[in-house]
């Protein structure tokens, strides 16, 4: 058939451009791998080539041998504290979205501008307040820091909500009619519908939540090294004046791992829970 | 009479419970908001009142819009000249930056969205290096750019260019900060926008491709059209968080060649939080940097509108 | 659905119920049984693995008495942490800081004086113990306000190999380097088009060559008043001196970025390399035979009084603002830790650090080391002037040497007084 034709000619072209993107995206991070695998002297010969005339797993090995860096832990801790909060997190704001576009009230889209408008501010600004919160809640130092005020992000709700608007409307009345009231809409209508987009949004509120690093740093300042994140122990392995360049990059090669694990999870449930819209 | 007032009062009692329902679904999310957004902001713009001493609070005095006054007009003062140079070089990065942190991650999205061969793989390589810290980033990147035997010079040297001087001189150093953040951060853009084509039915593009419509035309009044709320969130978080950008200017050419990549919160950071710190002139800097941001948003949110309602 | 959904929260509060408990610190009691100090440092890296060292031997020879909890930082985030933390009474009992701050830290009250501390602990801490110089410029409006730990430099390192190569003895002066590197450089480039007689990088460590040739011209970082004395013609020579290397001796390429002269210097490709005294390490681990030379007379471009003196930086132990209550036993703690990371400094110095207590240098295994003499003499030592605004005087010419190492066709003038204007602008905003 010449649709066919069609989009299998677009498939090739497609496949060309991407292969030649992917290869040009890809050189940095192959240079750190490669750079995490070259001994010292290797990396001072030929810093910029992306292949090793050694091949060493001292840097790794040094990640995981050194006693005031246990990174195992660092990361088993991470996954901990982002993996909460996005299951919080996904909660509390596909609630917010439904609200924020699905139902009628007055003022909805204003508050939703208004919210979305504080927190153009740059959030350096909030620090000290936030502290000053932390601390008088008690909860300086543990993990609650991490995981609660971070509850109030508007990324996800903005993208949660953007998706909501897309669902169509009659398929809301029709469920009206069928005498569902707003919280069977939401659970048998909107949220089957939007897997993909939860999805996204447990993507980006995990990542965001596993990279964060000045926050924790702040809160982790007295604590015991064991309940650290990632980035955070991470970040006290290279030296400031000193920098080794091979475990920097051991790393932040560890660093990424389990994310992109994550990712490829996700993405794939992401396509599957695509929508597929019908009128019933 | 009687029907009338029967139903006035079943419609009043069905928009209060409507607006009860909202509320509840909306109650936990802003209380939380609340407690961890508005009142730190509300915070923030209060300390932009003041003359605030971060290490001895009991110092501080009010001043009224002072720190205003001397960020936006007093042209003697070194936070004039800190407010207007950080706000020039943060503009210059935005209109440059946006367009392609817009425009290729929907052009890849939509590769990927035919689905060729080996596509999920693709997808994942074109994420990764979101996934990467900073520091990261510009470890692996500044070593591409140096010159006596940076990967990318030597590369040039090879074809029998000269060596360009990435990260000391303009246009260049621009143009390495915009390479490395196109690079770094434009994966979330393609997973929203590839999120927003799957969601496209199927059945529009058979139609259109029986109507004899090509890619080009498809793209333009099927695609981009239901492409509208996603295009919405892509645009206004783009420009969010190219107005807030710190690490690659910071770390990559240290805001020179003679600072003309110093950005607005190079210089808000340390005025917040450094041992010299004047937080209420910072603030002051971020409020104003924050309306601008306000007001460029809502343009373009009415824009998209009219454009997705076409 | 909705049964998963409770589950899942349920557990997630478990967690972070457990979580939370744990990861709080126990306040200390503290007038019976053991003490907890919490000590903060920037010392984060290789070095770093060794001030970990002398904590866990100290802690060894104290249990049950006095336990140092140690957090280290890098330190673009270590001063935010300290300034956000220390007035909201989170700080440590005791942190490292860096001798160039401590004025600035003072005055704004962050940091309390010393002496009663010490007097109180009863531990005995006397200036005669530690380098003169060093120890004096710790006090600010007459009280003291640091106790040092060390010293740290920039030195040059020589490919001992090369030199004999080319006959070569080892410079005392800039003319014999000058000489010794065109020598090595015109020879070694016949055969490796990438040799180099003296690489630097214009990004770092600049500022610290910078400052050295100052001080060899006879110049002054800042006047009585405070105020950047640099834009002299001291300053000029100065800046002359350090980029002739580059632009009129032809001994470095242009534009190298951080770390490319070390990498050329670690795999044979320079016979000279200007750098701290921390790096000692890392030199001896590349396998090149090297040396250290001071970096005295090696940039005065006319004969001067001052042509021998060396920048010194040094970590220094300061108090902060208390966060708990500070009781005679936890003053006497602090001490006795900062007595004895003192005294076994020599360990410190493994890392590429010199002590500032004359006790460590006396023994003899700091005698032993091999490579620590090559910084230079202890007289030689400067150490920067002090000021409560010494970054906002002395910091905005940091940029500007960069600019003039980068740029054949600089204007010393013009850079200078940019420097200058920019940091008059600082001071009159942070003396307000």
């Not at chain 2, 003359?51 to 004039?80: A, V």
Request: aromatic share 14%.
């Amino acid at each position: 058939m010449a649709i066919r034709a069609v989009q299998n000619k677009r498939k090739n072209i497609s496949f060309i451009i991407l292969l030649i993107i992917s290869i040009l995206w890809l050189t940095p991070v192959v240079w750190g791998l490669a750079t995490s695998f070259k001994t010292p002297q290797d990396i001072s010969s030929n810093p910029t080539s992306l292949f090793p005339q050694t091949f060493t797993l001292q840097h790794y090995q040094g990640l995981f041998n050194r006693p005031d860096t246990p990174v195992m832990r660092w990361m088993l801790n991470s996954f901990i504290i982002a993996g909460s909060y996005t299951v919080l997190y996904l909660m509390v704001i596909s609630f917010a979205a439904y609200a924020f576009s699905i139902l009628k009230f007055k003022f909805r889209d204003q508050i939703f501008w208004v919210i979305l408008s504080t927190t153009m501010i740059p959030t350096v600004i909030n620090l000290v307040p936030l502290i000053t919160m932390t601390i008088d809640f008690g909860w300086f130092g543990s993990w609650l820091s991490l995981i609660i005020p971070g509850l109030g992000g508007v990324f996800g709700l903005f993208l949660l909500r953007q998706f909501f608007l897309g669902i169509p409307y009659e398929l809301i009345e029709s469920a009206k009619i069928d005498g569902l009231n707003n919280f069977g809409i939401f659970l048998k209508i909107v949220l089957p519908l939007s897997k993909s987009a939860l999805l996204v949004a447990a993507l980006f509120a995990f990542m965001g939540n596993w990279n964060d690093y000045l926050w924790p740093l702040i809160q982790f300042s007295g604590v015991d090294a064991n309940m650290w994140t990632l980035p955070v122990g991470l970040s006290k392995i290279a030296g400031t004046y000193n920098y080794d360049y091979g475990l920097t990059m051991a790393a932040a090669i560890l660093a990424i791992v389990p994310v992109v694990i994550v990712y490829a999870i996700l993405q794939d449930k992401i396509i599957e829970g695509v929508a597929r819209t019908g009128i019933k | 009479m009687q029907i009338s007032l029967d139903m006035k009062r079943r419609r009043m009692k069905r928009i209060v419970k409507e607006h009860a329902s909202a509320y509840a679904f909306l109650l936990p999310y802003l209380v939380l908001f609340s407690v961890f957004f508005i009142f730190p902001f509300i915070y923030g713009l209060v300390i932009s009142l003041f003359n605030w001493n971060l290490f001895f609070p009991e110092e501080t005095r009010f001043i009224g819009f002072d720190n205003f006054r001397r960020i936006w007009f007093e042209s003697d003062g070194i936070y004039y000249r800190y407010f207007w140079s950080g706000l020039k070089n943060t503009l210059i990065f935005v209109i440059f930056s946006v367009p392609f942190l817009v425009m290729i991650p929907l052009i890849l999205a939509a590769l990927i969205d035919m689905e060729p061969k080996g596509y999920k793989v693709f997808r994942t390589i074109l994420f990764m290096p979101t996934v990467l810290s900073i520091s990261s980033v510009i470890l692996i990147w500044k070593w591409q750019f140096y010159t006596n035997g940076g990967f990318i010079n030597a590369l040039l040297l090879k074809l029998g260019l000269n060596e360009i001087p990435f990260l000391v001189s303009q246009p260049w150093a621009w143009i390495s900060i915009i390479v490395v953040t196109i690079w770094w951060t434009m994966g979330t853009n393609m997973v929203i926008l590839g999120a927003g084509l799957k969601n496209i039915d199927r059945s529009l593009y058979e139609a259109a491709s029986i109507d004899g419509a090509n890619y080009i035309q498809t793209f333009r009044y099927i695609t981009m059209p239901s492409l509208a709320p996603q295009m919405l969130i892509v645009m206004i978080t783009t420009v969010l968080a190219s107005f807030g950008v710190y690490g690659q200017p910071d770390l990559l050419t240290n805001g020179g060649p003679d600072f003309s990549t110093t950005v607005l919160m190079m210089r808000i950071r340390p005025l917040a939080l450094g041992t010299n710190a004047n937080p209420g002139i910072a603030t002051a800097m971020a409020v104003s940097m924050g309306i601008l941001m306000v007001v460029i948003s809502i343009v373009q949110a009415k824009i998209i509108k009219r454009r997705g309602d076409a | 659905m909705k049964k998963i959904m409770y589950i899942l929260l349920a557990l997630i509060f478990m967690l972070t119920l457990v979580a939370c408990r744990g990861g709080q610190t126990n306040e200390p009691t503290d007038e019976v049984g053991k003490i907890s100090l919490k000590y903060w440092n920037s010392l984060t890296g290789a070095d770093g693995s060794v001030m970990r060292q002398l904590v866990a031997q100290f802690n060894a020879e104290h249990t049950g008495e006095i336990e140092v909890i140690e957090t280290f930082t890098n330190e673009v985030d270590y001063y935010t942490n300290i300034n956000l933390l220390v007035p909201m009474k989170k700080g440590p009992d005791v942190m490292i800081m860096h001798s160039y701050l401590v004025q600035s830290y003072a005055n704004t009250g962050l940091i309390i004086p010393l002496e009663d501390y010490i007097e109180s602990s009863g531990v005995d801490i006397k200036s005669s113990d530690y380098i003169t110089d060093i120890f004096n410029s710790l006090y600010f409006e007459n009280e003291l306000y640091g106790v040092p730990l060390d010293v740290h430099t920039v030195g040059i390192y020589y490919n001992k190999d090369l030199l004999n190569k080319y006959s070569l003895s080892v410079p005392t002066n800039r003319q014999e380097l000058i000489q010794a590197a065109k020598t090595v450089q015109t020879g070694e480039k016949v055969t490796n088009s990438q040799f180099w007689g003296l690489p630097l990088s214009s990004v770092w460590p600049s500022e610290w060559i910078f400052t050295a040739s100052l001080y060899q011209n006879n110049g002054l970082e800042i006047d009585a008043n405070g105020d950047p004395a640099y834009n002299s013609p001291a300053g000029i020579a100065a800046l002359q001196a350090v980029t002739d290397l580059i632009h009129v001796e032809g001994l470095s390429p242009l534009n190298l970025g951080v770390d490319q002269d070390l990498f050329m210097f670690q795999t044979g490709k320079a016979l000279f390399h200007i750098q701290g005294s921390w790096m000692l390490n890392s030199m001896v681990e590349s396998g090149i035979n090297f040396g250290v030379i001071p970096v005295s007379s090696m940039f005065n471009l006319t004969e001067t009084t001052t042509k021998n003196q060396i920048p010194v930086r040094s970590h220094t132990f300061v108090i902060p603002k208390a966060s708990v209550e500070v009781t005679a036993r936890r003053q006497e703690a602090v001490m006795t830790f900062v007595k004895y990371v003192g005294d076994h400094s020599y360990i410190w110095a493994t890392a590429g650090q010199i002590p500032a207590s004359n006790i460590a240098r006396a023994t003899s295994e700091y005698q032993a080391l091999p490579y620590h003499a090559g910084f230079g003499n202890l007289s030689n030592f400067r150490i920067s002037a002090q000021s409560p605004y010494f970054h906002q005087a002395y910091s905005p010419i940091y940029s500007r040497v960069t600019a003039a190492m980068s740029n054949r066709n600089y204007n010393a003038q013009l850079l200078l007084n940019a420097a200058v204007e920019e940091a008059m602008l600082l001071l009159q905003e942070a003396r307000r």
